[in-house]
């Protein structure tokens, strides 16, 4: 009998969670959100694999590929901290709902060649 009037105040008020993904809150202020990369512009140095706690950053010099577990992120930003070129980071965004573990994969683009000393002359003497 205690329990009634608990009952019926549960049914006759509003709903005390929300429908997600239907419906969403606005994210909290200082709220990390999601970890990008402007792929661009990293330069594959390895200091947000080797400064991330949860390890969940793996980056390939040679491939030129960056690499994210977001199930493993514990969105802490020091990542996006120690990025020297600041290609890392944090949009204020809830992630997508998925049914399946997605990774974040990033293909930079190739690495320019550089021209050696001697072409460079030689091609300044045929452009004169």
Request: hydrophobic share 40%; with cysteine; net charge positive.
């Amino acid at each position: 009998m205690f329990m009634t009037k608990n009952v019926i105040k549960n049914l006759l008020c509003k709903s005390a969670t929300r429908m997600y993904p239907a419906v969403t809150r606005e994210p909290f202020a200082g709220f990390r959100g999601m970890l990008e990369n402007a792929i661009d512009v990293c330069i594959f140095c390895k200091k947000c694999q080797l400064s991330c706690p949860s390890q969940c950053i793996k980056v390939d010099l040679k491939a030129r590929t960056w690499e994210c577990d977001p199930f493993a992120c514990v969105y802490c930003g020091v990542c996006v901290d120690v990025c020297p070129v600041a290609s890392l980071s944090m949009r204020a965004t809830y992630r997508p709902v998925t049914a399946e573990r997605e990774m974040i994969f990033m293909q930079g683009p190739p690495k320019a060649v550089k021209a050696k000393a001697g072409e460079k002359k030689e091609e300044k003497k045929e452009e004169e």
